[in-house]
Every structure is written in structure tokens, then in C-alpha cells.
């Protein structure tokens, strides 16, 4: 079992930048691949980036690429998130989550931290 706490949420002016960690503990994150997910008031709750064991990123919201930057380091067990170029519509709760090798569910998530962005 691995127990996930994000931090480094808060509120941000449109074009600035914040940085999320994902800090782990119980089990090494580098077992896991790992995802940022945010849910937006009134919508529902979507991936927005992923990383592999092995460091390799995936986009997931079109709205975000080049913008977000997803990293792991693993000797501190812990996943960033990098937000960039901010924008209001990017105002979220995120949360950090992670997946076993082969399993298609994601099983262990953060309690999230809040993301907010004012024009």
C-alpha cells in the first residue's frame, strides 16, 4: 500500500506558475506509474498527465500540453507537477494517484490540494 499527500496548491494570476508535489510513503512511487487528475466545480474528474515507472510522460488533456510538466524522483519518492502559463480554466482540485503494472484501475489516491487561478 502506498499513501499519497499532494501539496503546493494555491491561488496564482493567470500566466503564472505553481508547482505541485505528490509526496509518497509506504512503498517507493517507482513501483507505480503515477497521474495528475483534476476535477474542475461541476465537472467530473479526468487525467490530465501521466508518468511511467520508468520516467515516460503522457498528455492526456489537450488543453494543457506545453504548458504542464510531469517528473518523478524517485530517491525522494515523489511526483511534480509543473503548471505553467496558467489560466483560469485550469482553477481545480488536483490530485496525484497511482497504478499498478498491468492493473487498469488506478488504486491509491491523494486527498488533492486546490488550484486556483484569477484573472
Known amino acids: 500500500q502506498v499513501q499519497l499527500v499532494e501539496s503546493g496548491g494555491g491561488l496564482v494570476q493567470a500566466g503564472g506558475s505553481l508547482r505541485l508535489s505528490c509526496a509518497a510513503s509506504?512503498?517507493?512511487?517507482?513501483?507505480?506509474?503515477m497521474g495528475w487528475f483534476r476535477q474542475a466545480p461541476g465537472t467530473e474528474r479526468h487525467i490530465v498527465v501521466a508518468?511511467?515507472?520508468?520516467?515516460?510522460?503522457?498528455d492526456y488533456a489537450n488543453s494543457v500540453k506545453g504548458r504542464f510538466t510531469i517528473s518523478r524522483d524517485n530517491a525522494k519518492n515523489t511526483v511534480y507537477l509543473q503548471m505553467n502559463s496558467l489560466r483560469p480554466e485550469d482553477t481545480a482540485v488536483y490530485y496525484c494517484?497511482?497504478?499498478?503494472?498491468?492493473?487498469?484501475?488506478?488504486?491509491?489516491w491523494g486527498r488533492g490540494t486546490q488550484v486556483t487561478v484569477s484573472s
Open positions: 494517484a497511482a497504478k499498478e503494472l498491468y492493473e487498469t484501475e488506478w488504486t491509491y
Open positions: 509506504g512503498r517507493t512511487v517507482s513501483n507505480y506509474g
Open positions: 508518468i511511467s515507472r520508468n520516467g515516460v510522460p503522457t
